[in-house]
């Protein structure tokens, strides 16, 4: 009769290796995701402007970040001069140049 009236102590549950590490396995796959869909595009996009702005070459067609359109008229190693219009030449840095002006009229 004593055995029934005392409790029964319940075993310690068991705990899954899934249940003790599902959180970090999530946040893992989380981060994975962020890199494939945002940060290795962008990276790619960036290599490929900074490849564009090393192969400007002058009579290079570009439009800079401000919208002003003009042609390459000399290079330096971090800046361009460019030709606005007849008489007009302003003298850039070569990460404001955004697109290639010859593309631009194609499309």
């Known amino acids: 009769m004593i055995d029934f009236l005392q409790a029964a102590v319940p075993a310690e549950p068991q705990v899954s290796w899934l249940q003790q590490y599902g959180s970090f396995i999530m946040i893992g796959l989380m981060f994975v995701g ?62 404001m140049i955004m697109a290639d002006n010859s593309a631009a009229q194609q499309k």
């Not at 790619?44 to 002058?58: I, P, V």
């Not at 030709?83 to 302003?90: G, H, M, R």
């Open 34 to 95: 962020i890199w494939l869909l945002m940060w290795r595009p962008e990276a790619k996009r960036r290599k490929q402007m900074q490849e564009f702005r090393e192969g400007l070459k002058k009579g290079d067609k570009v439009i800079t970040a401000g919208g002003i359109y003009g042609t390459v008229k000399e290079v330096k190693e971090t800046s361009l001069l460019i030709e606005v219009d007849s008489d007009v030449t302003l003298r850039i840095d070569k990460n």
